[in-house]
């Protein structure tokens, strides 16, 4: 069977990139769970994307030196456990992408290789070919000198 008739690879990434969802919902709500996760690693970046959204957010709409509030304990552990799991699924597919850009990479290699070994061949082969047509021109051109230089054969009577 023909190994690459049946993208084999690419269905796995799929899988993966299929199994990163649940995974990252599992995360979701375990951080939600463990007071550790809230608050050291889902509520600092809720609150600091709550504060970069707020903020363009206001001078977009021409309040400038406006302070803005950060969000209650609960709303940034959901926020950010939202974001936890995004940024999971994210880096799940892309890990996906580049190890699919390097599987495709090292099959480009590999032809471009197998490529490179058929032309050195053929050149070899034509470099040899013209070896043996020198041999054989300079053959003939023997031939021709020693018929030239035998006598003529004389007239019978």
């Known amino acids: 069977m023909v190994v690459g008739a049946f993208p084999i690879a690419k269905l796995f990434y799929l899988g993966v990139r299929q199994m990163s969802k649940p995974v990252a919902n599992r995360i979701k709500a375990g951080a939600r769970r463990s007071e550790f996760f809230k608050t050291y690693i889902c509520s600092p970046p809720a609150q600091l994307y709550h504060w970069i959204e707020m903020r363009t957010k206001m001078r ?16 940034a552990a959901e926020l950010g456990a ?23 990479a090292t099959n480009s290699r590999r032809k471009e290789d197998e490529l490179n070994e058929t032309i050195s061949s053929l050149q070899q082969q ?9 041999t054989l021109d ?20």
């Open 82 to 104: 939202e974001l936890l799991g995004e940024a999971i699924i994210f880096l799940i597919g892309g890990g996906c992408m580049i190890l699919e850009y390097s599987r495709q």
């Open 126 to 134: 034509v470099g040899e070919l013209a070896l043996t047509t020198e």
């Open 60 to 75: 977009i709409m021409g309040f400038r030196g406006s302070t803005i509030k950060p969000l209650n304990e609960e709303a």
């Open 138 to 157: 300079a053959q003939l051109r023997e031939v021709n000198r020693l018929l030239l230089s035998l006598p003529a054969p004389q007239p019978q009577k």
